[in-house]
């Protein structure tokens, strides 16, 4: 299952100091409508799904200073808006960032390295536009 799952409609929580490792699917999972929440300071590796996956309506978070490495993807954003990805060390995943039907995101100042297939994917976009800047992808 997932290492730290937060769904059902929980608003403003906070996710911070852990290490979530060696999961069967995603470290962290935001979904159904877990929105406004910051995500900061986690370890999250080694798990088979992606390292952290927001999805359905878990908007508006911020996702920082985390590091994400050895997992499927680093962070996937799915029908996601207005959520911030910012200074995190994503590294030696299959991706590091995956967006998919997702619009009005912020992805900056990130370090991305060591992914095998791709740093930044932006797939399906939603209708307002993805924002990324600052990125260092080696």
Known sequence: G???EVAGWTKRGRIENNEV???????????GGSGAMV???NRVWGNTGPGMQLQSGSSRTVVT??????????????D???TVVAANQIHNNRRAVRLSNAG???????????NWQTGLR???PGVLPNY???NIVK
């Open 2 to 4: 997932h290492g730290l």
């Open 39 to 41: 995500v900061r300071r």
């Open 65 to 78: 200073d985390n590091e994400v490495h050895a997992n499927a993807v680093g962070v996937v954003l799915t």
């Open 104 to 114: 009005g995101n912020y992805i900056f100042g990130n370090q991305l390295w060591d």
């Open 21 to 31: 490792r060696n999961n069967g699917q995603a470290g962290v999972h935001l979904t």
């Open 132 to 134: 990324g800047q600052n």
């Open 80 to 82: 996601q808006q207005q």
């Open 122 to 124: 932006v797939w399906m």
